[in-house]
């Protein structure tokens, strides 16, 4: 069983693997993907031995291997059906964000219960409204689905969501929201990134 | 010296510490904190050593004094000013969101290219020209830019901040940009929490 730690951290080193190959480059050392991931190349080196992957000693990683090695073990060798509800600010930019279709997820319905929203055209698609979602989500086979509505909504979207069977859940919404054990829940704060950043920036005050 | 990894983690660590201390909870465990944040008991014990905090067998850690102990470390009991550059969607989405205020992160100036979009007010700023920021960016001592423009201007976007004194940049644009080692630079890809998630969607599927 692979830790959750590990889990968190192989797209990040599909990104710097996906960089490396479109730059033609055709091994990396444990510790260069440590640099580029901000950990150590012990850790790397274990995390990658769960896919039963171990590098050659003074050589490092074969990155066509490890890239389909990893994509494999995430999950990305097939398409996933996306649904975003709550069509705001923040709706429109994951909408629109190109980032989630070439790893395969695909925004296929978008869902506001604010009827003015309804019907309007983004992506290449309609925002329909939220009594919408179940039928949807059984004929196009949602798996995935995004949380970008208030605070105060969220727990009942989730509900919804739940309930029309879809067992991922992406929220950026600020609330603690309860779901089923068989359902998985990330939650997404962007304020984690400037508080890093934050971390630095007093360093370097400090100095 | 505390690795990047660590630093890392301790936002997540607060964000639950945060939750606790708003439920009362006095005091808590490494496993139950390792559990909130997805690692193993042994880092939370090996993280939080670098804070000099090591709990008591048996009782575990204080959470007021952990939640004192990690703001100071990532600096977050001062103010920092902020700037948006790329006032669209996402823009829009992260001006208006109260998770960065709460937290000390203060949107002071929005900027963007379109004169169309110059002047517009939102969150109670008024969008200004990028030939603005030099002069804001001194005057407001702004020490951190977002970047939510276009890949094809993130760069430029970036050059701009540099030279203007900001030193932590978050940039979303799909682009590599680079910067001067002086300057702390984190990417965001939210494609990579669906990622996480089409892992465990996967292993669902495949029981
Ligand atoms: N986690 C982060 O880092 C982060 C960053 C930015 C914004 N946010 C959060 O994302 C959310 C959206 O932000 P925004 O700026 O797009 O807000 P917004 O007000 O522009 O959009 C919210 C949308 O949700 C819709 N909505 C409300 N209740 C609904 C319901 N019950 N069912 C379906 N749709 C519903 C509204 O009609 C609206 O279109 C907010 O909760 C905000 O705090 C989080
Ligand atoms: N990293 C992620 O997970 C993620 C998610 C969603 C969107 N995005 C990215 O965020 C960016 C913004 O997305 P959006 O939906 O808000 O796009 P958008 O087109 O709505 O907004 C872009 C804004 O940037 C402005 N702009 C363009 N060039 C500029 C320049 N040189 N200086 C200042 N402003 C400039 C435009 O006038 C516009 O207002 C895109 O690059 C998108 O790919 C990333």
Redesign the interface.
Same mark, same amino acid.
């Given at each position: 069983r692979i830790?959750?730690?590990t889990?968190?951290r192989?797209?990040?080193y599909?990104?710097s693997l996906v960089?490396m190959a479109e730059a033609n480059t055709s091994t990396v050392s444990s510790e260069r993907l440590a640099d580029l991931a901000?950990?150590?190349a012990a850790?790397v080196r274990k995390d990658l031995s769960y896919l039963g992957s171990y590098g050659t000693r003074g050589v490092g990683y074969d990155v066509e291997f490890l890239l389909f090695q990893i994509r494999r073990? $995430?999950?990305?060798t097939?398409d996933?059906p996306?649904a975003i509800v709550g069509i705001?600010?923040?709706g429109?930019? !994951?909408a629109?964000?190109?980032?989630?279709s070439?790893?395969?997820?695909h925004i296929v319905a978008l869902f506001d219960a604010d009827p003015a929203k309804v019907g309007e055209k983004l992506a290449g698609l309609t925002v329909r409204p939220l009594t919408d979602l179940p039928l949807v989500a059984a004929s196009d086979g949602i798996?995935?689905g995004i949380i970008a509505t208030p605070a105060a909504s969220a727990q009942e979207v989730a509900d919804v969501l739940v309930e029309a069977g879809v067992?991922?859940? $992406?929220n950026f919404a600020?609330a603690?929201l309860t779901v089923p054990a068989?359902v998985?829940m990330?939650k997404?704060? !962007?304020?984690?990134?400037?508080?890093?950043?934050?971390?630095?920036?007093?360093r370097?005050s400090g100095e």
């Open positions: 830790p959750d730690a889990v968190a192989l797209p990040v599909l990104r960089e901000g950990v150590n850790q073990e $995430l999950g990305l097939q996933w996306v705001g600010n923040l429109h930019a !994951l629109n964000y190109r980032g989630f070439t790893r395969g997820f798996a995935m067992t991922s859940i $992406l600020p603690v068989s998985s990330r997404v704060d !962007l304020s984690i990134e400037l508080q890093i950043l934050s971390f630095y920036q007093q370097r």
